[in-house]
């Protein structure tokens, strides 16, 4: 009786050091691979238009826009934009400044609903002094890739805000690159 306690102490001890871990290290759950959070950075968007037209009229504008990929659907941003007027033969000069915000749907991913809010600073009159325009814009647009984090939208807008001074005629159509969409 003696030897069996031996042989059972034996077999416990080899059980107890082999055996129960592997057979704990069997019975893991699965870990699930840990998949690299995306930079909040890579989800800004950088681009706008530039206007140029030289001669007895000229046109410089510059809209800068940036934006932030909410989702892969919901893009708001804000925009910058300066413009210069001039034409000889009126002997009238114009230079405009302001600002929008603007959000865009994408319910396709080359596809967009567009709207936006304007404000423009400029001296729409010779004879008086500065004042603003305030737009609004609805409408939407079609993004085409031309390089895989670049696109050049063109836009089609209604201004449901067409004033005496606005600088816009209905319809209203853009056109600007995008990087990092």
């Known amino acids: ?6 042989i059972t102490l034996k077999l416990l001890t080899f059980w107890l050091v082999v ?3 592997l057979f704990g290290v069997s019975q893991e759950a699965p870990t699930t691979p840990q998949v690299p959070k995306e930079s909040p950075l890579k989800k800004f968007t950088y681009g706008g ?12 504008n510059l809209s800068p826009a940036i934006g932030y990929r909410v989702t892969d659907k919901i893009l708001p941003g804000i925009s910058f934009t300066y413009s210069y007027y001039s034409d000889t033969q009126l002997d009238v000069s114009a230079t405009i400044y302001g600002g929008s ?4 749907y994408y319910p396709l991913p ?18 008086q002094s500065r004042f603003n325009v305030r737009s609004f ?8 890739r ?23 005629q209905n319809p209203v159509v853009r056109g600007g690159f995008q990087v990092g969409i």
């Open 1 to 6: 009786m003696h030897w069996n306690r031996a």
């Open 19 to 21: 055996a129960v871990p």
């Open 49 to 60: 238009g530039l206007g140029l037209q030289f001669g007895t009229v000229t046109i410089i």
């Open 101 to 104: 915000v603007f959000a865009r």
């Open 110 to 127: 080359q596809f967009f609903a567009h709207t936006e809010y304007e404000v423009l600073n400029g001296d729409w009159l010779a004879e």
């Open 137 to 144: 814009f609805i409408g939407g647009g079609y993004s085409y």
């Open 146 to 168: 031309i390089a895989p984090r670049v696109v050049f939208n063109l836009l089609g807008l209604w201004n449901l805000n067409d004033g005496t001074f606005s600088p816009y």
